[in-house]
């Protein structure tokens, strides 16, 4: 019986998480009232949320991140941003 090699780069890294938690006034404070937000079909139905299907990949994500107006907070230091391609 052959041994299964996983492959280096393959998942995410030992510690990197998949969510994270924010207060619902950062959101109020980023997003419109009438903003569209992508949440989970099984969150949404234990709060008793109804909502439209979405099958998720990366260009629907993108497309509704793209409507998405950020109100710009004022901050007294700056803050450098990198980006890496992968």
Same mark, same amino acid.
Request: aromatic fraction near 6%; charge should be negative; charged fraction near 30%.
């Given at each position: 019986m052959k041994k299964k090699v996983r492959r280096v780069g $393959?998942?995410? #890294? %030992?510690?990197?998480? $998949?969510? @994270?938690?924010v207060t619902l006034n950062d959101l109020?404070? @980023?997003? %419109?009232?009438e903003a569209n937000v992508l949440v989970s079909r099984r969150f949404a139905e234990n709060l008793g949320i109804g909502g439209t299907p979405v099958t998720a990949s990366t260009k629907n994500v993108e497309a509704l991140s793209s409507k998405i107006e950020? %109100? =710009? &907070? *004022?901050?007294? =230091?700056?803050? &450098? @941003? #990198?980006? #890496? *391609?992968?």
């Open positions: $393959s998942g995410r #890294t %030992k510690g990197a998480v $998949s969510f @994270v938690t109020n404070d @980023v997003l %419109k009232p950020i %109100k =710009e &907070a *004022e901050l007294d =230091e700056q803050v &450098a @941003v #990198t980006t #890496t *391609e992968w």
